[in-house]
Every structure is written in structure tokens, then in C-alpha cells.
């Protein structure tokens, strides 16, 4: 019995400990972008909102289609006449009515205007993903940022205290003064200071990528060493500027909206032409009124209506139609701008990132000599504490500051990606390749070791949106 026992217990720790849920285990950029397009309520409800639209079409198309309609009914007369005998009987019969609109232009106007209707909830939803999987990829890599960042601070009070411990012996030797010690104490209680802000900081981080995914999350997986990092193709500013003008998600919706607009403004003027329609009915057996006996009516008719005197009413509320398709292409062109800004923007950081960073990782190598050098000159009498602290601070600095913006970088390659209309689950998994559960510290990537291309795709005289994809 008690093997037996050790057996499910042992099972069961193998089952948590393999389990993607399992909070020990680091989780990475794909699977939290793929639990939060399941787990986003504003998703689903953008996903319900697409279903809805895709009634659009066949409602407008029910206005041009025969309809066909009946009905059954009893009544109770009774007839009272001066000099005559009441009549008292009772009707019952059923009818069938056939209507079959022959032209009715403001229907189909509406009919068309659907189809963008549709088009547009989908354009909608499909922004609403992409900014889902963009509001978490920049939500894991600030996060990443923050638990780098907490590293560094550890790594800083560690040379800290180790400093302080070579203080104190050299205190003890007549080598050292109070005062030494006091600037190192006052250092370590500002580390300290920092690392609680840290820590929150992880963990504000953590409750939002778990409040997104819908599943616990302890650790992250982080870029490998010191990986380099994607690389624009093309690198040219203007041919994203130029997707982004025209193949941004805000940008076609309002387009659409000004359609949608400029239909709404057809549709409206055509209630101003006739409206040629052909019915039928058929009602037999009592239904027909007047009429003490069972009979039967058949009606036919083609009718011709046309709105002589409206009181203004189509008027008013064509102007009105065409106030609001104004409005419609002011916000696209209102779009277009802010798009072009923003894909001009992230260029601007990316490139300049890039650039930055690479000065960056010569000055941390710079930093790190200058405190070895530091250091040695302290033991042999040549710097002082002083100068050892301001090494460390210049090395801590600098860390911070590169990873700070590296993280950016990334970011801003997916906010880039998304002014483009561009940005997939694919790229996420790209991405996905260059993070590992157990980074090696310390290991300096090659240059080139990990880059990648971001290609623009698609075709532009469709007009579909194109996909630009990382290509290794």
C-alpha cells in the first residue's frame, strides 16, 4: 500500500512539474500571446461583434427577395338594417400574400453598403487582435526589462558589500576611514531602496501578463546572452511609411467608414424614385369582408409608388448624410497622418536604438575595465573608495541603460509591425526563437549570431493587406 502511495505521488509531481501551468516552469512570448487571444474578453466580444455584421449581407438581400406571407382568421358579424331581419354568422377562412419588389434602387444601394458594413466589423476585429497581441508582447518584454533590471541591482550590492567587506579590513589596518564606509553604507541602503521598487515592479508585470493569459506567471523566458537583435528589410524608411499609410487597420476602417458614408448618402436620395413593386393574395372561404357567404378573392396588382411631399424630410436628412461622409474623410485623412507619424516614429527608435545599443555594449566593456582598473589602483594606494564607487555606479548605469533599450528596440519592432498592419502570430514565434528558459549570463552573442530580416509583403495593387514576414 505504501509503494503504491509513493507511486501516485511521485506520478502526480511528474505530471505539475511537466505541465505548461506549472508556475516553476519559465514562461515564454508565444504561449502568453496564444493563451490571451483565448482568455481577452474585449477579443471575444470584438469576435461576437464580427458575427453580428456578417448578418448585414443577408438582411439588405431579404429587401429584394420575394416575401411571402399568411394568415388565418374568424370573425362574428352581425348586420342590423331598417325593416329587415338580423343577420348574425360567422367568417372563417385564411389568406396568402406574395410581395416581389421589381426596383426599389434605395434597397439596393443598402444591399451593397452591407458588404462594406461586413468588411469593416472585419477589418475591426482583426485590429483588435493585433493590438491584443501587441499590448502583450510589450507588456512580457517591460516585464523582461524589470527582471533584468532587478539582476543588475543584485549584482550592484553585490560588489557593493564586497567592497564594503574589503573596506573593513582595511579600516582595521589603518588603510581605510569611517567616512569610506559610510559612503559604501549609504550606497548599499539606496541599492536596497531600488531593489524593493524592483520587485514590485516584477511583480505589477507579472499580475498584468497574468490578468491578459488567464494563467500564472512566475519567471520569464529571456533573449539568449547578449543575442542581436532583429534587423529591418527593407531598411528603408519610407516603403514602411508608405504600408502604413495605406494598409494600417485605422486607416482602412475609416476609408470604409467614408464608403459606408457616401452609400448612406445614395441610399437616402434614392427615396426620391419610384418604387416599382408586384403583389398577389389569395383568400378563400369567408375571409372576404361584406360578404354573408363563403368566398374566395384573388388579387393581383403592380404598383408604382413615388414621394411627391416629404415635408423636407429626405432633404434634411441627405445634407446630413452628406455632413457625416465629410466627417468620414476627414478622419481618414486624420488616420493617414497619425499612421505616417508612427511609423515614422518607430523607425526613428529602432534605427536609432540600434545604433545606441552597439555604443552601448562598447561602453559597458569600457565601464567594466575602467572599474577592474579602478579596483586595482585602490589596492595599491593609486584611487580612492570614492573613485571605486563611482566606477561601479558608472558600470551599473550603463547596464541599466542597455537594457532599458534593448527592450525598447523589440517593442518598437512589433509597434512598427502593427502600424504596418502586419504584425502575426508568426512574427511572435520568430521572436519566440531568440528567448530561452535558461539564458547563459555573460555569454556575448555574435554579431549577426541571431539576426533576422522583417520583409514587407503583399500585394499592393489588390489593396489586400499585405504580410510581412521574419525570414531567417
Keep these: ?111 451593397q453598403q452591407a458588404e462594406l458594413v461586413h468588411a469593416q466589423a472585419g477589418l475591426a476585429y482583426a485590429q483588435a487582435r493585433q493590438d491584443l497581441v501587441l499590448l502583450v508582447a510589450a507588456s512580457y518584454f517591460q516585464t523582461l526589462a524589470a527582471e533584468e533590471e532587478l539582476q543588475r541591482l543584485q549584482r550592484h550590492r553585490e560588489m557593493l558589500e564586497s567592497h564594503a567587506e574589503l573596506l573593513a579590513h582595511r579600516k582595521q589596518a589603518g588603510e581605510a576611514t569611517l567616512i569610506d564606509l559610510q559612503d559604501t553604507q549609504v550606497d548599499l541602503e539606496q541599492i536596497g531602496l531600488q531593489l524593493e521598487q524592483a520587485r514590485a515592479q516584477v511583480r505589477l508585470g507579472q499580475l498584468q501578463l497574468e490578468q491578459m493569459s488567464g494563467m500564472p506567471v ?7 546572452g547578449e543575442a542581436s537583435l532583429p534587423r529591418l528589410q527593407p531598411a528603408r524608411e519610407d516603403a514602411w511609411i508608405e504600408q502604413a499609410r495605406n494598409q494600417s487597420y485605422p486607416v482602412q476602417i475609416r476609408r470604409l467608414g467614408k464608403e459606408i458614408a457616401a452609400a448612406d448618402t445614395a441610399r437616402i436620395r434614392a427615396e426620391n424614385y419610384p418604387v416599382v413593386s408586384l403583389s398577389a393574395s389569395h383568400s378563400p372561404a369567408g375571409a372576404a369582408e361584406g360578404y354573408t357567404r363563403p368566398s374566395t378573392t384573388s388579387v393581383a396588382m403592380l404598383q408604382v409608388s413615388l414621394p411627391l411631399f416629404t415635408g423636407g ?126 539564458p547563459a549570463p555573460g555569454r556575448a552573442g555574435e554579431p549577426g549570431e541571431l539576426r533576422l530580416s522583417w520583409s514587407l509583403g503583399g500585394n499592393q495593387d489588390t489593396g489586400a493587406a499585405p504580410s510581412p514576414r521574419l525570414t531567417p
Design 313 to 438: 424630410g429626405i432633404q434634411a436628412r441627405s445634407r446630413e448624410s452628406q455632413a457625416m461622409e465629410w466627417k468620414a474623410g476627414e478622419e481618414a485623412r486624420a488616420a493617414e497622418q497619425l499612421l505616417t507619424r508612427q511609423a515614422r516614429e518607430e523607425y526613428l527608435k529602432i534605427s536609432s536604438g540600434l545604433r545606441q545599443l552597439q555604443l552601448l555594449q562598447e561602453l559597458r566593456q569600457s565601464t567594466r575595465t575602467a572599474l577592474d582598473s579602478t579596483r586595482m589602483g585602490y589596492r595599491f594606494g593609486s584611487r580612492s573608495s570614492v573613485d571605486v564607487l563611482r566606477a561601479m555606479e558608472a558600470l551599473s548605469t550603463n547596464e541599466s541603460e542597455w537594457i532599458r533599450r534593448r527592450h525598447e528596440v523589440l517593442t518598437a519592432i512589433l509597434r512598427l509591425k502593427a502600424a504596418a498592419a502586419a504584425l502575426d502570430l508568426e512574427d511572435i514565434q520568430q521572436i519566440n526563437r531568440l528567448l530561452s528558459a535558461t
Design 218 to 224: 512566475a519567471t520569464l523566458a529571456r533573449l539568449d
Design 1 to 111: 500500500m505504501r509503494r503504491t502511495l509513493l507511486l501516485l505521488i511521485l506520478l502526480l509531481l511528474i505530471l505539475l512539474l511537466s505541465s505548461p501551468w506549472s508556475p516553476a516552469r519559465a514562461a515564454d512570448l508565444f504561449t502568453l500571446v496564444s493563451q490571451a487571444l483565448q482568455h481577452d474578453a474585449g477579443l471575444a466580444a470584438a469576435r461576437a461583434t464580427l458575427e453580428a455584421a456578417e448578418q448585414a449581407g443577408p438582411k439588405a438581400r431579404a429587401a429584394l427577395l420575394p416575401r411571402l406571407d399568411a394568415g388565418w382568421g374568424q370573425t362574428w358579424n352581425r348586420y342590423k338594417t331598417e325593416g329587415q331581419p338580423e343577420a348574425r354568422y360567422r367568417q372563417d377562412g385564411w389568406k396568402v400574400v406574395l410581395s416581389q419588389p421589381i426596383f426599389d434602387w434605395s434597397s439596393w444601394i443598402g444591399y
